[in-house]
């Protein structure tokens, strides 16, 4: 974390458009190198907002637009490059096979609706983009859920850390538990969603035998 901190005494005196320029480089580099710290710089950023007097919106704005660009380019490299996923050494220690059967499994469940919440849920927010591109859902529809789910993300960090201030660093942790605690939500509603389909095809399945 040395250079994070060397980093961060840097954003604190340099000039307000490389900060900009610097949040939205960073993340992009979460989400093409997971799990690069890029959150931890975004929240970092409402931290500078508050301290330096800087807008808010900008560091808002620039988050966003460093995110969907990678994502956009994740949502493309499944659609036209699965064969290089499945091949590539390189891509396997960014997009681990594991994590991507993870990802199926809550896109089959899910669809492509998965991806409005896809920013919060910790291990395969990148990996969900990566299955969008390769079911080739509708890329405009996908990429404004993505949006969505992006805009408010970066949002809560960047306003988190401008009210937290000296304590910016709790919202990545709060982030990281939300982001569990609602997996296991989907995990619960889906449990219930297929209790009720078997109670439903065991009292269609008596009512035949009666009849």
Not at 6 to 14: C, D, F, N, R
Not at 16 to 40: K, N, Q, R, S, T
Not at 74 to 93: C, E, N, Q
Request: proline share 5%; hydrophobic share 55%.
């Amino acid at each position: 974390m040395e250079i994070l901190r060397e980093i961060g005494e840097w954003l604190m005196q340099a000039d307000p458009v490389l900060i900009y320029l610097f949040i939205a480089g960073y993340a992009i580099l979460e989400v093409v190198f997971p799990p690069f710290p890029g959150d931890v710089l975004v929240v970092f950023g409402g931290y500078l907002a508050g301290r330096r007097g800087l807008p808010a919106f900008w560091m808002i704005i620039a988050g966003i637009v460093g995110c969907m660009v990678a994502l956009f380019g994740a949502y493309m490299l499944g659609r036209f490059g699965r064969d290089l996923i499945a091949k590539s050494r390189f891509l396997h220690k960014y997009i681990p096979p594991k994590s991507l059967q993870q990802a199926e499994g809550w896109f089959v469940r899910y669809g492509k609706w998965i991806l409005i919440i896809s920013r919060f849920l910790p291990a395969i927010r990148s990996p969900l983009v990566v299955v969008a591109g390769m079911a080739k859902t509708e890329p405009v529809s996908s990429m404004i859920l993505l949006l969505i789910s992006v805009s408010v993300n970066v949002t809560i960090m960047v306003m988190g850390g401008k009210l937290l201030g000296e304590n910016w660093s709790l919202v990545v942790d709060w982030l990281s538990y939300f982001g569990w605690a609602l997996l296991a939500l989907l995990a619960i509603l889906l449990l219930i969603w297929l209790i009720g389909v078997a109670r439903r095809r065991k009292a269609g399945a008596g009512s035949d035998d009666e009849g």
